[in-house]
Every structure is written in structure tokens, then in C-alpha cells.
């Protein structure tokens, strides 16, 4: 590793490193990722050991504080988290002011951004109690957002949390539950959606998180910094990529299944195409992304639960995943399933609608993006982030 900055401040080189393939932007002590071994590891514990021993709020603790919590820090975090699960009564005023079929990222974005204007005690990046407090908000608050948009979108009543519920379990409620039912929690959809959340909840220096350090190191205020990350997670090629892998089995489906994924891969194999296969491939792991294994079985445990073991899509899906590890296209540039090939079945058996997908992504990688944020801003020899660029345009001229 070179440390760029002295030959910088040397000889005043600098260098072009589109996509960041070989910089690293930062030091960091969260998450570590082996691609060529397919390692996850948060704070040092291996992916598969957090998945099955802990929840979500325990790794939310783990990636804010650097150890998991004992029995009284656990009681004492959640009891915290659970105090600020209500958005302020006006947040529904703003939320009403967009279209009722407005795409669920778009109001999410907006109304993350908006927490700002509702939490004035919370906005200073700089004070570590701004930092704290807005980190619980946005980790307690994310669930009762994502679930109003999405009560909104359905025309339907939004139902309040309740703190008695899991994490995960009140999320479901706040999504499935009506005022005038009693909504029983399956503890089989709590542990996947609380795994879903696990999984998601950080990996180093994506593009989202990377949005989020560079918007918070102007010295924004983290509501700001965490709505850029909403927003730069939106994409196909991120976060999207759960939306776009479901659409695109669903459309391998419709043309006729299993039968058809021979012509789907000579398409994704077109260099004259731009067909991708969606949930495949990975700029870090060159080997199987660990987190789609565990994706894998949750998926297999959901459709049990459900009596959807013989759901077409996950035959599919994983007839699709077959015959991509043994086509010398995907093997030669190491592709492989990331988290989104098999996250997109699994949530859409719980019954959560395809255009939530990333916004359960982001309610779930807020904990990262803040661990991230606060590692940055409590460095002491942060800067704001300010790439350089490779000018190629007109040399100076005079307007005529
Ligand atoms: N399907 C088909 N070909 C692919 C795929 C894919 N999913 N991914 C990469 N390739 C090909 C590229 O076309 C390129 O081929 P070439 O060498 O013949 O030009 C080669 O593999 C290298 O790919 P790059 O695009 O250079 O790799 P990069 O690291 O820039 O991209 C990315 C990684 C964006 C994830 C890419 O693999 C992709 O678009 N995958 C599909 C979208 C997706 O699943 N995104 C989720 C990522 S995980 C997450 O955000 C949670």
C-alpha cells in the first residue's frame, strides 16, 4: 500500500483511479471483506457467527461500539432504541405531500433528509452527543418510515410501533398489521427479516457508504449524510440490485421458466448486449459472496414456513445460479451471487412488495452508515473529501 498523500505533498503527483478500483479512501476498523477467500467479518466476527448467534440489534451495537454488548448493555441499547420509534406527528404531513405511487426510495430519501427539520438537537456532526442521539433516531426511526411509505403507498391506516415487538417483529406489524386486527408476529418471518437486516447492515466502503462519509465530511448534519446514502443506494447496480434481480426472474418466469434460462445467459453473454444477470457479481468478492449462502437457507426456511417449498422462482433462481457457476463466462471473471440474488425471494414470500426491497437495504445499512460516519468524523486527521480530476477539456480561449 502507498500512502499517496506524501508523494503529494512531495512532488505534487497525483493519481487517476476512476472507480476507485485501487484507492482506499480510508482507514477503517468495522467490517472486513476477503473476496478472494468470500470472508465477511464485523469487528472481527465471522458473518455465519453473527447470523445465527446474534440479532440485529446486538450487531447494531457491535458495529457502533466495536464489542458485542453484555446482558445489561444489551438491555439498556435496546430500551434506547425502543424510546425513539415515533417520528414527530408532522413527518405524515410531509409524507402526504408526495404522489400515493411515488417509488418508495424517493419518499424515503425525502423523508430521511427531513429529520433534520424535525430533530434541531441532533444536527451538530462535530458533538459526539449530536452524533449519538441522531445514530439511535435514525437506527430506531428507519422501520416507522419505511412502513408509513409503504402504508401510504397501499392507502392505508399507519400503525404505530409497538415497543413490546422485536425489532424486527414490530417492523412487520407496523407493515402487515391493521388497526383492527391483532397482528401475530410468525417468529419464523421475525428471524429472517431480522437476518435480511444482518446481513445488509454493513460493508465497508461501498458506494453508499462512501456517499455517506464524503457528504458528512463537508460537516453536514447526520440526517443529511444518511438521506445522500438512501439516495446513492437506489441504484441498479447497488442496492437496486434486489428489485432488479426479482423483476428479472419474474421475467425469465413469464417467457417460461427453466426452459428459457439457456437464451436468457446467451443474451447476459452478448457483448453486444447490456443484459446483465442481476444479483451476480461483486467489485470486492471473486468467490461466493458469503452473505448469499445465508440468504440461501433463510430462503429454503421462509418457503417452508410458508408451504411455498416448491416456489417456481426459487427453483428457478437456483436452476439460473447452476448453470452460471459452470459457464466459463462467469467463471473466468469470477462472478458469483452476491446478498440480492436470493434476498429479493425471500422477501417478496413475506409478502413485502418488490419496490421496498431497497428500502428494507437501507433501513438495514443505517447502523453501517453511521458506524462508518463516526469512525470518520472521530478520526482526528479527517479532511473533507475532495478528489482530484484529470482536466480534458479545452485548453484556455477567449469568447470571440
Ligand atoms: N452479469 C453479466 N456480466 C457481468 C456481471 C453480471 N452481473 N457483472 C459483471 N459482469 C462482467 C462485466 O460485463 C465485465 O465483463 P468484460 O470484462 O467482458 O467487460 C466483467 O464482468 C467485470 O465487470 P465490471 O462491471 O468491470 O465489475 P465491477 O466491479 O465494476 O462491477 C457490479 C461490480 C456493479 C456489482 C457488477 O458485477 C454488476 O453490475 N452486477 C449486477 C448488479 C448487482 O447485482 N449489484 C449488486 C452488488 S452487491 C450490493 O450492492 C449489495
Not at 461501498?206 to 437506489?234: E, H, K, M, Q
Not at 421462509?302 to 466459463?328: M, Q, R, S, T, Y
Not at 418488490?354 to 458506524?371: D, E, Q
Request: charged letters at 20%; aromatic letters at 10%; hydrophobic letters at 40%.
Amino acid at each position: 500500500v502507498i500512502d499517496i498523500r506524501k508523494l503529494y505533498a512531495q512532488t505534487g503527483m497525483f493519481t487517476y483511479d476512476p472507480g476507485f478500483m485501487s484507492t482506499a479512501s480510508c482507514q477503517s476498523t468495522i467490517t472486513y471483506i476477503d473476496g478472494d477467500k468470500g470472508e465477511l467479518l464485523y469487528r472481527g466476527y465471522p458473518i455465519e457467527q453473527i447470523a445465527t448467534k446474534c440479532d440485529y440489534l446486538d450487531t447494531c451495537y457491535l458495529l457502533l461500539n466495536g464489542e458485542l454488548p453484555t446482558d445489561t448493555q444489551r438491555g439498556a441499547f435496546h430500551k434506547l432504541v425502543i424510546n425513539h420509534t415515533m417520528v414527530h406527528e408532522q413527518m405524515q404531513f410531509f409524507l402526504r405531500g408526495f404522489r400515493r405511487d411515488a417509488h418508495p426510495m424517493a419518499v424515503l430519501t425525502g423523508l430521511v433528509g427531513a429529520l433534520s427539520a424535525f430533530y434541531h438537537d441532533s444536527t451538530d456532526i462535530n458533538n459526539p452527543e449530536h452524533r449519538d442521539i441522531s445514530a439511535i433516531r435514525l437506527i430506531a426511526k428507519m422501520p416507522t418510515l419505511v412502513a408509513m411509505a409503504y402504508k401510504y403507498g397501499m392507502g392505508q391506516p399507519f400503525m404505530y410501533p409497538r415497543n413490546d415487538l422485536s425489532y424486527a417483529g414490530n417492523f412487520l406489524r407496523m407493515m402487515f398489521g391493521t388497526p383492527c386486527e391483532d397482528y401475530k408476529v410468525s417468529p419464523v418471518l421475525e428471524r429472517a427479516l431480522d437476518r435480511i437486516f444482518i446481513l445488509h447492515a454493513d460493508h465497508e466502503q461501498n458506494a453508499s457508504t462512501s456517499t455517506v462519509r464524503l457528504c458528512g465530511s463537508s460537516g453536514t448534519n447526520p440526517f443529511a449524510a444518511i438521506a445522500a446514502g438512501v439516495a446513492c443506494l437506489w441504484g441498479p447496480a447497488h442496492g437496486g440490485a434486489n428489485e432488479a434481480a426479482l423483476n428479472m426472474l419474474e421475467g425469465i418466469q413469464r417467457e417460461g421458466g427453466v426452459a428459457k434460462i439457456g437464451e436468457f445467459v446467451a443474451k447476459v453473454k452478448d457483448k453486444n448486449s447490456t443484459v446483465k444477470l442481476m444479483g451476480f457479481g461483486h467489485r470486492v468478492y471473486k468467490n461466493y459472496d458469503p452473505r448469499a449462502k445465508l440468504m440461501q437457507q433463510t430462503c429454503n426456511e421462509v418457503l417452508d414456513e410458508l408451504g411455498l417449498h416448491n416456489d417456481p422462482l426459487f427453483a428457478l433462481a437456483k436452476a439460473l445460479e447452476k448453470i452460471a457457476l459452470e459457464d466459463d463466462y462467469f467463471v473466468q471473471r469470477k462472478l458469483y451471487p452476491n446478498v440480492d440474488f436470493y434476498s429479493g425471494i425471500v422477501q417478496r414470500a413475506i409478502g413485502i412488495p418488490v419496490k421496498l426491497f431497497t428500502g428494507i437495504f437501507a433501513l438495514a445499512r443505517t447502523v453501517g452508515w453511521i458506524a462508518q460516519l463516526n469512525e470518520m468524523i472521530g478520526d482526528p486527521e479527517y479532511k473533507i473529501g475532495r478528489p482530484r480530476q484529470l482536466y480534458t477539456g479545452s485548453v484556455r480561449r477567449d469568447v470571440p
